[in-house]
C-alpha cells in the first residue's frame, strides 16, 4: 500500500480493509442450533429529545430493533438485563437483522442467559452519527445514555440497574462503545467493542481524497461521494460542528490543501487513545470490558494499543486478534463471544 492509502485509510476510520477485498471473505453465519427457542423482534420508533433541532435535519425519532428473549412473553413477572448494541457507519437495521436473529437464539440455546437487546438506526445525513454530542448531528452521546436507556426501562421489563446495562458495538460502534462508555459508567455496567475504528487521529490526509470532501458544499453532494469521503464528512460532523458554516454545519481537518489544527485538535478530543488516561477512574468502574478485532483488520494496532493502556493503568480487560476481516466473523463473534461475554458478566 501507497503511504497517502494507508493515511487515507486510518484518516476515515471506518472499515479496516478497502471493500473490494473485504467482500472476497464473506462473513459466516452460524448454523441455526437445533432446538433454539424463537427470540421475538419488534421493530419499534424511539423519540430522541437529544436529538431535536440538529442543523442537519435528521429524524429525532429514531428507529430500533428490540430483540426480546425466548422466556419473555410467557413469564410476565420476570425482568431481564439490556444490552445496547451500536451498529457501524453505513450499516443498517436490517443488515443486522439478518445476522442477530439465528444467533441470538442460537447463543441462547448454548446456555447464555436470556436478555434484552436493542439497536438504534444512526443513519444520518452522512450515513453515520459516529455516537457524540454535536449541534451537527444531534447530541448521539445522550441520545444513547439517556433517553434510549429511558424508554426501554419504561416500555419494557428491564432491570434498571447498570450492573445490568451491557454497551456494545462494531467499527462505529466499537468506537461509540469505548467513547462513550468510558464516560458513562453511571449507567452500563460492560462493555464489547467489536473491531473499534476512530480510535485515533492521524496527522494527514491523502490530497485525492482532501479535494473530494472540500468540493462537497451541499447534502446531494455528499450523497454522491463515495465511502471513504463521505465518512470524512460523517466525522467532521460530529467532531468539528460549526452552527456558522451552513449547509453542512461543519468544519473539515483539511482546507485548501492544508491540515488545521484547531479542527485536528477538535477531532482528537472524541479519540479514545487520546482522552482514554482522563476516564481511568470511570473504566475501573466497569464488571468487564472486551476488545475484539480481526487479524486481517488494520484497525487491531489501535485496538491493541487502547488494550494496552488499560493494562498500564491495571484495568482489568480482555483483548482478542480472531481469524478474520472486518467483517467475516461477526455473526460468529455475537453468538458465541459478545452474548456469553454479558451472560456473564451482568447483572440478573
Not at 462473513?27 to 442543523?55: F, M, Q, S
Not at 443486522?96 to 437487546?117: K, V
Not at 475504528?197 to 473530494?212: G, N
Not at 470490558?289 to 491493541?304: E, F, P, R, S, Y
Amino acid at each position: 500500500m501507497t503511504r497517502n492509502w494507508l493515511t487515507a485509510l486510518a484518516f476515515l476510520f471506518v472499515m479496516a480493509v478497502p471493500l473490494a477485498a473485504q467482500t472476497q471473505v464473506p462473513e459466516l453465519i452460524p448454523d441455526p442450533v437445533p432446538g433454539a427457542k424463537p427470540v421475538t423482534l419488534e421493530r419499534i420508533t424511539i423519540h430522541g429529545a437529544a436529538l431535536e433541532g440538529n442543523l442537519e435535519g435528521d429524524t429525532p425519532d429514531r428507529g430500533a430493533l428490540v430483540y426480546l428473549p425466548p422466556s419473555y412473553a410467557a413469564s410476565p413477572g420476570r425482568h431481564y438485563p439490556v444490552v445496547y448494541l451500536l451498529h457501524g457507519y453505513s450499516s443498517t437495521l436490517d443488515r443486522w437483522d439478518r445476522r442477530l436473529h439465528t444467533t441470538l437464539e442460537g447463543a441462547f440455546a448454548n446456555g447464555a442467559r436470556e436478555m434484552i437487546m436493542v439497536m438504534p438506526d444512526a443513519t444520518t445525513l452522512h450515513d453515520g452519527a459516529m455516537y457524540g454530542n454535536s449541534v451537527t448531528t444531534g447530541d448521539w452521546e445522550d441520545f444513547i445514555a439517556h433517553d434510549m436507556v429511558a424508554y426501554m426501562d419504561s416500555h419494557y421489563r428491564t432491570i434498571p440497574d447498570r450492573l445490568s446495562r451491557g454497551l456494545a458495538g462494531h467499527s462505529m460502534g466499537g468506537f461509540g462503545t469505548l467513547r462513550n462508555g468510558m464516560k458513562h459508567p453511571e449507567v452500563f455496567g460492560a462493555l464489547y467493542a467489536l473491531s473499534p475504528c476512530c480510535l485515533s487521529v492521524p496527522a494527514s490526509m491523502a490530497p485525492e481524497m482532501a479535494k473530494q470532501i472540500e468540493a462537497a458544499k451541499t447534502p446531494g453532494d455528499s450523497a454522491k461521494l463515495t465511502f471513504f469521503p463521505r465518512a470524512q464528512l460523517a466525522a467532521a460532523a460530529a467532531f468539528s460542528p460549526n452552527p456558522k458554516n451552513p449547509p453542512l454545519y461543519l468544519d473539515l481537518p483539511v482546507k485548501d490543501g492544508v491540515m488545521q489544527p484547531a479542527v485536528q485538535a477538535r477531532w482528537n478530543a472524541n479519540a479514545p487513545l487520546a482522552i482514554v488516561h482522563q476516564y481511568v477512574s470511570n473504566l475501573r468502574q466497569y464488571r468487564a470490558i472486551a476488545i475484539d478485532v480481526g487479524d486481517q483488520d488494520n484497525l487491531k494496532v489501535d485496538a491493541g494499543a487502547f488494550h494496552g493502556i488499560l493494562d498500564d493503568y491495571g484495568i482489568a480487560n480482555s483483548f482478542e486478534i480472531y481469524s478474520g476481516t472486518h467483517t467475516s466473523a461477526l455473526a460468529d463473534r455475537m453468538q458465541n463471544h459478545v452474548m456469553p461475554f454479558f451472560s456473564r458478566n451482568l447483572k440478573f
